[in-house]
C-alpha cells in the first residue's frame, strides 16, 4: 500500500487546538476557544475515520480490490542517528492502534463537548481545553507510536497532561497535592518502562516494533531470562500508569481534578495506555511466561482488592476510581492469560461506560452544586431523568448483564483466565468474586444516588443540565448498550477478535469449548444479579442494613474504609524512610555538612588571606613606593644578574625544559 | 687643547649621570614628605630617563638595530628624541594636573605631609 494516509495529522490538530487555546486562549472569546477544541478533538477523529476505516474494514477489502493490510507504517524522518541505533519518527497503524484511536478521539471528542458545559462557568476555561487537547496529541502519539522511545515521549505526555489536568484548580492545596502524587507514582513506574527500553536496546538493537517482532519470530527458541527481565521492568512502567498494584495509590486521589478529565484521562484512556503497552508488545511477553503470569497474578489482585475498597467509599467519584483500578486489573488479567483481544475488548467497552458513568457522576455533582457524598444525595432519579437512565446503563453494562456492553467484554476475559490451568482457574474465581463486588457497589451507587428520598438540602435544590452534557451521555449510553456486540456472539471475542487478529495474534477463545463459555457466562450473570439483589437489600429494602453490618464487623468495615491502609503502608514504608533520608542524610550531612562545609571553607580561605593582605594596604603613599621601587629592583636584578652560572657556582644546573 | 677637552665625552658618562639623578629621583621620593619635593623628585626620574634616551639615540643614529652594524644614517635613527618630546609632554601634563590636585588638597587638609594624607586607609 502506497502512499500517505497523513497520520501525522492526528496529532497534530490537537497539538495546534493546544498551541491556539494556549497561547492566545486568555484575549479569546469563550465560543472561538470551543471552537478551536472542539474541531481539533473532531478533526482528528475524521483522519481517523478517513484513514483507519478504508484499510481495515472488512467491506473496504473488496472495494479497493486489494486484501487489508496487516499494518501500515509512515515514517517522517530520522531522529536519532546514533552508531547502530536508529530510532525514527514512524506512526504505525494497525487494527490495535486503529481501535485505541477510535476511542481516544471519538471518547475524547464527546468529553471534549461535555466539558464545554460542565467548564462553563470556571476560570481558565482555555486553560482547561488547551490542556485537554494536549492530552489528546500525547496520547495519540503514545498509541501511533512505531518504536519504543515515541511511545516513551507520548507517556511521559500523557503524564504531564495528567499532572496538569489533576492540578486544574490550582489553588486548592489537595488538588495540588494529588498532582504531585500521581507524577512522582508515575514516575517510579516510568522508571521501570525506562529500563525496559534500555534492555531492549542492549538485547534488540533496535527499539521499532516490527523489529522486534521479527527477531523474535526469527528465534522461537528464546525464552525467559533477559527477556523476562525486560518484560517485567516493562510490567513496572504499566502498572504506573494504569494504576495497578503496587502503584495503584495515584487514582484515587486524582479525582480531585474535574470529572470529564476523571472520565477522559483516569477512566477511559490514559490509564489505559499500560494495557495497550502490553498489547502492543506482546510477543516479548509471549516469550516471557514468567512475566505474563505476573501480569495475571497483578490483574487478578488488584481487580478483586479495588473491589473492596469500592464497597464503602461514600464519594460518587472515589467508588468510581476504585471500580477504575478494578477494571483495568481485569485488562491486566486478560494480558496476563495472553487474551490480549479479550484485553482490548474489554479495554473498549470499558472506556464507553466508564467515561458515562463518571460523566453522568459529573452531571450529578453539578445539578446539585458540586456535592460528591453519595450519602447527601438521594431521589435524584425525577429530577434528572435523562442522566438516570444514562447512568442505568452504565451501572447495568460495568455489572456485566447481557446484553449490555460491559458482560461480553468481561466474559471474554473470564472464559480465557478460565482455560489457563489451574492457576486461572483460581484466578477466575477471583474475578467472578470481583464481578459479584463490582455489581453489588455499582448498584450501590444507583440506589444512594437515583432512588429513595433526598437526604440533604443541597439534594433537593438542582439546575438543569445543558444539552452539551447531555448529548455525549446519550451517545455513550447508546455505546455502552450495544458497544459488546462488536464480537458477533455471545461469548468470548469472536468477530472482534478475528478483526485483531493480526495485530494481537490468534485468541484462544476462538477454538474453545462454546458449551463451556456459555456455563461460564450464566454463572457470571447469576453472580451479578446475586450482587445486584443484596444491594437492593441493603440500600432498598433495608436501608439501615449497611449501618448494622458496619457495627457488627468494625474492624472489618474501617480496614476497607480506610482503603486497606494503602496510604499509610506506604507512608510508613516509603515516604516517611525518604523524608528522613532526605532531612538526616541529604540535607544535614550531604548538604550542610559536606557542602556547607566546602563552601564554608571557600569563603573561609578568601576572608582568611584578605584580612592579612589588606595590612598590605596601609594608605601611606611612600610605602606604595617603597614596593615599587622594591619590585622594580628585583625585576632589574632578575634581568641582569646571570642566574645559570651564578647557580653553577653552587653546583645547581638549570636545563631547558625541551633541552 | 689638553687631550682631556679634545676627546669627546664617552657615552658611559651619560649613562652614569642619568643612573644618578634617577636614584636621586628614587629617594627623594621615598624619603621626603613634603607633597612639592616628591613631586619634584617624579620630576628628576623622569628627566633622568629622557638623558638615557637621547644617549642611546646618540649612539645607535647611524645604525637601527646592534646586529646589524650599518654605517648610512637611517630614518629610525630619531627615535629616542621624539620619546623624549612624548615624555616632556606628559611631564608637563602631569605637572598640571599634579599641581591642580596638590592645590586642592592644601586647600582641604590645609597640610602637604604625604603621611597625613591616607584617607583611603582601611
Known sequence: MNGSLHLWLIPLLPFAGFLINGLLGKHLPKWLVTAVALLASLGAFAVVLYAGLPLFLPFS??????????????????????????????????????????????????????????MYEEDGYWRYFSYLNLFLFFMTVLVLAGNVLLMFVGWEGVGLA???????????????????????????????????????????????????VAKLAANPGWMGGVLTATALCLVLGATGKSAQLPLYIWLPDAMEGPTPVSALIHAATMVTAGVYMIARIHVLFDHAPFALSVV????????????????????????????????LGYMFLGCGVAAYSASIFHLVTHAFFKALLFLSAGAVIHSIGGEQDMRKMGGLRKK????????????????GIPPFAGFFSKDAILYAAFTQGTTGKALWFVGLLTALLTAFYMFRLWYLTFLGEPRSETAHHHHATPWSMLVPLVILALLSICGGWISGTWAG?????????????????????????????????????????????????????????????????????????????????????????????????????????????????????GALLQRWQSGNLRSYAAWLAAGAGALLLFVVVPWTSVLANFGIHLTMAGH | MSPLFSQPVPLSWYLLLSAILFSLGIIGFLIKRNLITM????????????????????????????VQGCLAA????????????????????????????????????????????????L
Not at chain 1, 515514517?75 to 552508531?83: Q, R
Not at chain 1, 487478578?300 to 477494571?327: E, G, P, W
Not at chain 1, 532531612?583 to 550531612?589: M, Q
Open chain 1, 61 to 118: 477489502s473488496a472495494y479497493l480490490g486489494h486484501a487489508a493490510p496487516t499494518s501500515f507504517i509512515e515514517t517522517f524522518g530520522p531522529w536519532l542517528n546514533i552508531g547502530t541505533l536508529h530510532v525514527d519518527f514512524s506512526f504505525v497503524l494497525d487494527q490495535l492502534s486503529l481501535v485505541m484511536l477510535l476511542i481516544i478521539t471519538g471518547v475524547g471528542f464527546l468529553i471534549h463537548l461535555y466539558s464545554v458545559g460542565y
Open chain 1, 162 to 212: 495528567s499532572y496538569l489536568l489533576i492540578g486544574y484548580y490550582f489553588t486548592k492545596q489537595s488538588a495540588v497535592d494529588a498532582g504531585k502524587k500521581a507524577f512522582v507514582v508515575n514516575r517510579i513506574g516510568d522508571f521501570g518502562f525506562l529500563i525496559g527500553i534500555f534492555l531492549l536496546l542492549a538485547n534488540f538493537g533496535t527499539l521499532t516494533f516490527s523489529e522486534i
Open chain 1, 296 to 327: 495475571a497474578v497483578i490483574g487478578a489482585a488488584t481487580a478483586f482488592f479495588a473491589a473492596t475498597i469500592a464497597l464503602v467509599q461514600n464519594d460518587i467519584k472515589r467508588v468510581l476510581a476504585y471500580s477504575t483500578i478494578s477494571q
Open chain 1, 384 to 399: 434528572l431523568p435523562v442522566t438516570f437512565l444514562c447512568m442505568t446503563a452504565g451501572v447495568i453494562a460495568i455489572a
Open chain 1, 493 to 609: 471475542v469472536g468477530k472482534f477478535g478475528s478483526f485483531l487478529a493480526p495485530a494481537l495474534g490468534a485468541t484462544t477463545t476462538e477454538a474453545g469449548d462454546s458449551s463451556l463459555e456459555l456455563t461460564l457466562s450464566i454463572v457470571a450473570v447469576i453472580v451479578a444479579l446475586i450482587g445486584w439483589y443484596i444491594a437492593h437489600l441493603f440500600y432498598k429494602q433495608r436501608p439501615q442494613q449497611p449501618a448494622e453490618l458496619a457495627a457488627a464487623l468494625p474492624g472489618g468495615y474501617k480496614f476497607l474504609s480506610n482503603k486497606w491502609y494503602g496510604d499509610e503502608f506506604y507512608g510508613a514504608t516509603v515516604v516517611k524512610p525518604l523524608l528522613a533520608i532526605s532531612t538526616y542524610l541529604l540535607g544535614w550531612f550531604v548538604d550542610k555538612a559536606i557542602l556547607g562545609g566546602a563552601a564554608w571553607l571557600l569563603g573561609g580561605i578568601a576572608t582568611f588571606s
Open chain 2, 39 to 66: 613631586f619634584m623628585s617624579i620630576e628628576l626620574m623622569l628627566n633622568a630617563v629622557n638623558l638615557s634616551f637621547v644617549t642611546f639615540a646618540h649612539q645607535w643614529q647611524y645604525c637601527d638595530a646592534v
Open chain 2, 74 to 121: 637611517q630614518p629610525h635613527a630619531v627615535k629616542g628624541q621624539i620619546f623624549v618630546f612624548f615624555v616632556m609632554m606628559v611631564a608637563a601634563a602631569e605637572a598640571a594636573v599634579g599641581l591642580a590636585i596638590i592645590i586642592a588638597v592644601f586647600r582641604a587638609r590645609a597640610t602637604l605631609a604625604v603621611d597625613r594624607i591616607d584617607l583611603m586607609k
